[in-house]
């Protein structure tokens, strides 16, 4: 069974920085694309950045220039380096992969891990 394991959610103060990763428990064989969302509490969860296939990131407006996606083919391992946090980035995160993992195509999500960004 296919699992995507996230870690690295935490408190941490305004300006600080976290780094997530989502790790696969099998090998990814292909992607569509991977991706970070989140959600508030009270809000609908909203992609914050992904890769597609052909490599291109793309990121929400809110983290432009502050997060940055990547992966790691070698450890079946996406991650998420979240800069200069603010309160408002406060959520819980889902990592997200679509495509083939383990032999099996599908859409896979993580377990979610919160990240709070407070004084």
């Known amino acids: 069974q296919v699992r995507m394991v996230e870690s690295g959610g935490g408190l941490v103060q305004p300006g600080g920085s976290l780094r997530l990763s989502c790790a696969a428990s099998r090998t990814i064989f292909s992607i569509i694309h991977m991706g970070w969302y989140r959600q508030a509490p009270g809000k609908q969860r909203e992609l914050v950045a992904r890769?597609?296939?052909?490599?291109?990131?793309q990121y929400a407006d809110s983290v432009k220039g502050r997060f940055t996606i990547s992966r790691d083919n070698a450890k079946n391992t996406m991650y998420l380096q979240m800069d200069s946090l603010k309160p408002e980035d406060t959520a819980v995160y889902y990592c997200n992969l679509m495509g083939t993992v383990g032999g099996t195509r599908g859409d896979y999500w993580g377990q979610g891990t919160q990240v709070t960004v407070s004084s």
């Open positions: 890769i597609l296939s052909v490599g291109r990131t």
